[in-house]
């Protein structure tokens, strides 16, 4: 007669707690030109031309975009990689980085 199969639990129940996710908002002002936030979130997230295009006419249009959403310590590093950027030299006036939030993706019911 053969042994019993041994059960393993992997540890990933449906009911088993999952990190929140947070969005990474980048927030509009008028010391940051178009060509700036293309080129900042080309940099540092890798983004398409055409699609940092879009999120620079939603931050302009909408006043905020999404950037990004992750698990916190990502997060906390990508808005701090937008607030490191510095200023852009395209605008006398631009003195540092554009604002980035996080805000903390809110599960739906389930």
Known sequence: MPAPATIHDTGTDQGEARAPHYHVVLLDDDDHTYDYVVEMLSKLFFMTPEAAFQHAVEVD??????????????????RDQIHGYGRDPRMPRSKGSMSAILEQVHAGPG
């Open 61 to 78: 249009t909408h006043g905020r975009t999404i950037v990004i959403t992750c698990e916190r310590p990502e997060a906390e590093y990508a």
